[in-house]
């Protein structure tokens, strides 16, 4: 069993930048304390192109992308289209998780859109643009993300 986990985390804002980036940098704090390797760190606009040519360049390099921002129900946030055009194959499960879970404390989850999938060996995750969401969301992630990664590797002995 391949231990090494990579992965991408970006930020989907129009007005956030690396010092702001609150939600990020929780993010890649956590997955840090796990001992999963965060090798790259993007901050993109919600510009739906640019989401999913980033979301596409780094299915070549990271084992799970996570992103923050850009799941609600504004007028700019397209994180979950853009999403959508990258993926192969959905994983329902995780993302019903993730607003079940949360939206048990807190209500105004069940607006999340956020969408989860796997293209290539590579699995898709969106988070909200909060740090309590990133926290939340990544506390109900925790516990899979690694088996679920070695699936889409391959890895499907017991």
Same mark, same amino acid.
């Given at each position: ?17 690396? &010092? ?5 940098? *929780?993010? =890649? ?8 390797? &965060?090798?790259?760190? *993007? ?17 070549? =390099? %990271?084992? &799970? ?5 850009? $799941?609600?129900?504004?007028? *700019?946030?397209? $994180? ?19 607003? #079940? ?7 105004? %989850?069940? @607006?999340?859109? !956020?969408?989860?999938?796997? #293209?290539? /060996?590579?699995?898709?995750? /969106?988070?909200? !643009?909060?740090? *309590?969401? =990133? ?5 109900? @992630? ?10 889409? #590797? ?5």
């Amino acid at each position: 069993m391949q231990d090494n986990i990579r992965a991408a985390v970006v930020t989907i804002s129009d007005t956030r930048n690396e &010092v702001d980036d609150l939600s990020g940098g *929780r993010l =890649v704090e956590m997955l840090d304390n796990d001992g999963i390797s &965060v090798i790259e760190r *993007r901050i993109v606009s919600d510009d739906p192109e640019g989401i999913r040519d980033v979301l596409i360049e780094l299915c070549e =390099v %990271a084992d &799970v992308i996570l992103t923050t921002g850009g $799941t609600g129900f504004g007028p *700019r946030d397209n $994180t979950p289209e853009a999403t959508k055009l990258v993926i192969e194959r959905e994983a329902l499960g995780i993302s019903e998780a993730l607003r #079940r879970e949360t939206a048990a404390k807190h209500p105004m %989850a069940m @607006l999340s859109r !956020g969408v989860s999938g796997i #293209r290539g /060996n590579t699995l898709i995750v /969106n988070f909200p !643009g909060s740090p *309590r969401g =990133v926290e939340e969301y990544y506390d109900v @992630l925790r516990p899979v993300l690694r088996h679920a990664v070695e699936l889409i #590797r391959g890895n499907t002995g017991h």
